[in-house]
């Protein structure tokens, strides 16, 4: 049994070596255990950092290209290096990496194909008033979209079992957290959450500059993958919605004697047309949801005779030094 604990890195020459420091040397039930930074453009000495402290793998990207890229490259390389389970942890050193071995139980127990880390929100003493309600409440909708029962949807310390990485898919460019938990829940693949501990903030996220901009995309990236799994149920409500609204005002008209109130009428048939269009939106976007599972499905079917090829090749080829893409 293969883990590779991939880190994604953004300028983490300062902090890197206290997260690689603070990884398990070894787990019950892993034989292997192998680090991989995915290096996101950084301008400082990341990369030579990495090298220094003897990184297994490392996937470079000449320029800076946001966290969801970086996180999605790592899953693919480390299922082509063969990984059996993969963690995701922060270079910042955010998450107590000897809970590594809790987050990846689950896994070995084969009770679930992935898992989050859920943090002690409410004790963190580093995150504020602001910061914890909204957590609370994105969570809460979260899991109101996905159907699952996960409690810190945003925490980006989770593992993967290799059929779940396999199947990933993220479409937005901004952060990974919400959009995989939506599609786990949606495409029926075991998730559960397991609790863990957090360590003193060495530095503020780079994530978003403030909490409305976190907020503002945040909500984006939940109502666009709420569309892309739902699409029917979520036009449905909306063009429900204007199709009432102009019942309601067609209903006014009528019963106000049908004098002085035509651009109510006017107002109403417009809000009915809104309306079945919006379904018939719905119905089309529907059709295109059950294309897209087909072409997951291939998609899936093509990653893993190629993750398996690759991991194939890289048992027989291990190179003495980490690996590179650009």
């Known amino acids: ?51 220094r402290l003897h990184i297994d793998h490392i996937v470079r990207f000449k320029r800076n290209k946001g966290l969801a890229y970086g996180f999605m490259a790592g899953i693919d390389a480390a299922c082509r290096l063969g990984a059996d389970i993969i963690v995701n942890t922060d270079a910042d050193n955010q998450y ?46 979260v899991r109101n979209a996905s159907k699952t029962d996960i409690p810190d949807a945003p925490s980006g310390f989770r593992a993967f079992s290799r059929e779940a990485a396999l199947r990933l898919n993220v479409f937005n460019e901004y952060t990974y957290t919400l959009e995989t938990i939506i599609q786990a829940g949606r495409n029926k693949i075991a998730i559960t959450s397991v609790p863990i501990r957090t360590n003193p903030e060495l530095r503020e996220s780079r994530l978003f500059r403030s909490m409305r901009a976190y907020m503002q995309r945040s909500a984006g990236v ?61 119905l089309q976007a529907d059709l295109i949801a059950a294309n897209r599972k087909m072409l997951e499905e291939i998609q899936y079917r093509s990653r893993r005779r190629d993750a398996d090829e690759a991991a194939r090749a890289s048992t027989k080829n291990r190179p003495d030094d980490a690996s590179e893409n650009s």
Not at 253 to 279: D, N, P
């Open 222 to 282: 939940i109502i666009r993958a709420y569309m892309m799994y739902r699409p029917l149920k979520f036009f449905g409500v909306v063009g429900a919605a204007f199709f009432l609204l102009g019942v309601l005002l067609g209903v006014r008209f009528l019963l106000s004697g049908a004098e002085g109130h035509v651009q109510s009428l006017i107002l109403a048939a417009i809000l009915m047309l809104m309306g079945a269009q919006t379904f018939f939106m719905g």
């Open 1 to 51: 049994m293969k883990l590779i604990i991939q880190i994604p890195c953004y300028n983490e020459e300062k902090t890197l070596h206290i997260a690689v420091g603070d990884l398990p040397k070894s787990i019950p039930g892993i034989d292997t255990i192998e680090t991989l930074i995915i290096d996101d453009g950084s301008r400082d000495g990341t990369v030579a950092e990495a090298r």
């Open 96 to 141: 107590n990496a000897q809970d590594i071995e809790k987050l990846v139980q689950p896994i070995l127990d084969g009770t679930a194909d992935e898992v989050i880390g859920a943090r002690p929100i409410e004790t963190t003493e580093h995150f504020s008033v602001w910061k914890k309600r909204f957590q609370r409440l994105g969570s809460w909708v």
